[in-house]
């Protein structure tokens, strides 16, 4: 399976008052996605499904995905919200394993803990970078256990928009 990890796009400041489950894009956050979807869509990125955290700013992320890339399936995986432990997302990804691709959007630092995870065996061993609205791309074998993974590309969202 071809994995696609996501970081949400730009998003507001925490503020006394504001849940930070309901923490919404902003409108640069919203625009640069667009763009940065607009590399993703030149690069023939198509995965059969995204699996999003339930956080707005994620959900908001993976609809501005899917649109770009022609209405791609969205389901919620609350293993994907902050401070889940990357195996359990890995372990809920298993059920997902007979597509040939998804996408996952999440949060930093799960997701650099996830990568590092699945290159390594150690969530600690590397440390990925995950700037906003960035996609890591790999090449993974669910099935067997160990899960054995191969990094094909990671890049910023400035590459993308640029793409």
């Not at 625009?31 to 869509?41: A, F, K, N, Y």
Request: glycine letters at 6%; a positive charge; one cysteine or more.
């Amino acid at each position: 399976m071809k994995l696609y990890l996501v970081r949400h796009a730009i998003a507001e400041d925490p503020a006394p008052g504001i849940n930070d489950h309901d923490r919404a894009l902003t409108d640069t956050g919203k625009s640069r996605m667009m763009r940065t979807t607009e590399g993703l869509r030149k690069l023939k990125i198509r995965p059969a499904l995204i699996l999003t955290s339930p956080l707005k700013r994620a959900h908001q992320t993976a609809e501005i995905v899917s649109g770009g890339l022609a209405g791609v399936k969205i389901e919620l995986m609350p293993e994907l919200a902050p401070g889940a432990a990357p195996s359990k997302a890995i372990d809920a990804l298993r059920a997902y394993a007979k597509h040939k691709s998804v996408a996952l959007v999440g949060h930093q630092p799960s997701l650099g803990y996830m990568l590092s995870l699945l290159l390594t065996g150690s969530e600690r061993h590397c440390e990925f970078d995950f700037k906003k609205g960035a996609v890591a791309c790999l090449k993974i074998d669910l099935s067997p256990n160990p899960t054995r993974s191969v990094l094909q590309w990671f890049a910023t969202p400035k590459i993308l928009r640029h793409l």
